[in-house]
Structures are given as C-alpha cells and as structure tokens.
C-alpha cells in the first residue's frame, strides 16, 4: 500500500511530536535509533509505503520525510505480527532524494532476519545442513519480500511524479 499527501489547507501550526502524523502536515518528529543518538526533524510526510499481507509473519513501513531544513529523512519501521517479537525501526538522514533513492535500492532486508540461536554442539552434519538450507530460503523470502515493496514505491513515485507534470 502506497499513500501519497494531499496538499494541506493550513500548515502555520506544527503538531506535536509524534511518529504517526497526518500527511502533508508540518510536524516535528523524533524515531529513535539502536546505538545513535535519535533522529529528530521537523517536516513533511511526503510518501508512505507498506508491505503488510495477513500470510507473512512480519511487515515493513517506509515513511519518507523532508525536513524544514531541506533534507530528506526515510524512517523504516519492520513490524511481527508475533508479540514474541519487538518491532524496530531504523532512521537516516540524506542531502538528498537520490541519495534516498540510493539507500533503499541498496538495503539488505536480510539484516533484519533474526538468527535463532540455539544448541548446535553435537548436531548430525544433516541437521546443521538443513538449518542452513533453512536460513538460505529465509534471506531469500526476506529479500524479496523487500524488493516487491521497494519497486512497488518507486512505480507509484514514478507515476505521481508524471502526474503533477
């Protein structure tokens, strides 16, 4: 699912900080990031993508912000349907669109698989082989996974971009 903002009546007045914001509204904005320091911005929503389907077990979220300093933020946020499992989310900050571009054409979303680590100490050779053939079609699964979201988001930015001329 692809949303694109619809321009906004009034922006005078920020909202407050929070990370789910009506589009297109001016709002200042704070996503923490495992071992930095959070990102925090106020900007615009400019585009969101999402890849939630009820048969997998995970989802991602991709908002893409400009910041009232004319940068751009892409905040990736990778959701379990699982209570197991904590959601995290990841944060950058570009100079500019292609360089945003750049970084999500390039993300390996098999760094976001979590390798169960159990005992292999005196596993049969056959074992440890299917573990391995295991992880293999989940990197796989999660790559793709990925990819379909990724050209999904650049077709739509594609056509709203031939659309507005």
Known sequence: MINFPMPAADQTNPAPAAEAQSMSAVGAYRFPRPGQRPLVFTGTLLAMAMS????????????????????????????????????????????????LFDALETYDAAEDIRVPLGPTDGAPPAELAAMAYEMKARVAAQRAHWASLIGELFDELEAAGQAMG
């Open 52 to 99: 939630f389907t009820p048969e997998v077990p995970y989802w991602y979220e991709i908002n893409i912000f400009r910041t009232e300093t004319q940068e751009f933020a892409l905040v990736l946020k990778l959701f379990f349907q699982s209570e197991a499992e904590d959601d995290y989310s990841k944060a950058w900050s570009f100079e500019s669109i292609e360089a």
